[in-house]
């Protein structure tokens, strides 16, 4: 069997990483240059203590191989934990062993264990589980690929990418949820690109779209990262901007504005000119998220009323 038939890249690109588990250096390091040699990114640990510290560090392990008998922590324990403590992405769990009846068989695998290799291992054995973990692995990982991008596309706007009307109302029922419970303070704004049909009709709905995809990038560019921007509809965004000072909410909404009177859009067409009409509220405490919604757009209506390219201001 040849080494080509067990390739360690992932789907990602980069090599499988594998954690060895023994408490045996010689042992330890005959797997290190045997998987090492294979292609897979080694690294290794000598108890099972010392395993889930590893585990728990950022690069993600999909692969442990792990022995039985260790002090501090043996594999049995180990497996158990993973399977407490690690849910995604799936970690794959070999357990080695001297032990081969089949007793010892069932409690390995009871305990959270894939797979089970008895020592001494044969490495045509060894690559075969190997390749079958790795199959696991991948298809896993192709699995929660796909679970993210159904979210992605159930929760964010498909023209700017940011979030859609459904998703930026639930952040909006939850930060009010929350500042009731905290008596904490919330910015929204209402926000309308002034005039946007004029847009469509002169250059086309190209360039409609280019210009509400940067309007999305500019106004998420002018907020802090953890504050919520969504498409509400057409050409309509909400900003959700939880524990901003309520004294300074028409300053915020005025940064927003003048990103836009000051600098002409570019898009796949001509250079156009936008302005935008803000409706901001603000509330400290508890308020029902249909309260919050007709004060934002009462207040956008009355900046538009107000001659356009403004903001005008409620609180709760």
């Known amino acids: 069997m040849s080494d080509q038939t067990l390739s360690p890249m992932m789907d990602s ?37 010392e395993a889930l510290h590893l585990l728990s560090e950022k690069k993600p392990i999909q692969l442990v191989v792990a022995d039985w008998m260790m002090p501090e922590m043996d594999g049995i324990t180990l497996c158990r934990n993973i399977r407490r403590d690690f849910n995604e992405p799936y ?35 060894l690559k075969a589980r190997i390749r079958a973990a790795k199959r696991i692995v991948d298809l896993q990982n192709r ?15 498909a023209l700017t990418g940011i979030w859609n009307r459904r998703a930026i109302l639930e952040s909006l029922e939850r ?17 309308d690109l002034d005039h946007f049909k004029r ?7 190209l360039v409609g779209d280019d210009a509400l995809r940067e309007t999305a990038q500019r106004i998420t560019s002018a907020v802090r990262p953890y504050d919520y921007v969504g498409r509400y509809g057409g050409e309509e965004f909400l900003v959700v901007a939880p524990g901003y000072d309520p004294a300074h909410a028409l300053d915020l909404a005025e940064r927003i504005r003048a990103m836009f009177e000051s600098a002409p859009i570019a898009t796949s067409g001509p250079v156009v000119q936008v302005t935008l009409s803000l409706g901001v509220v603000t509330l400290t405490g508890g308020a029902k998220i249909k309260d919050v ?8 209506y009355e900046a538009k009323s107000g001659g356009r390219n403004t903001s005008r201001l409620r609180n709760l």
């Open 143 to 157: 699995l929660l690929a796909t679970q993210e991008q159904l979210r992605v596309e159930a929760t964010h706007d």
């Open 175 to 191: 930060e009010i949820q929350r500042a009731q419970r905290q008596y904490a303070s919330i910015w929204v704004a209402l926000i």
């Open 199 to 205: 847009i469509n009709d002169t250059h086309g709905h």
């Open 293 to 300: 919604l007709a004060a934002a757009d009462e207040a956008l």
């Open 13 to 49: 690109g980069q090599p499988m990483k594998v954690l060895v588990v023994d408490d045996d250096p010689i042992h330890t390091r005959q797997l290190e240059v045997t998987l090492g040699r294979w292609g897979f990114d080694i690294c290794t640990a000598r108890n099972g203590v």
């Open 91 to 125: 970690v794959y769990l070999i357990l080695l062993t001297s032990r081969d009846c089949r007793d010892d068989v069932i409690a390995g695998l009871d305990s959270g264990a894939d797979d089970y290799l008895t020592k001494p291992i044969h490495h045509a054995e």
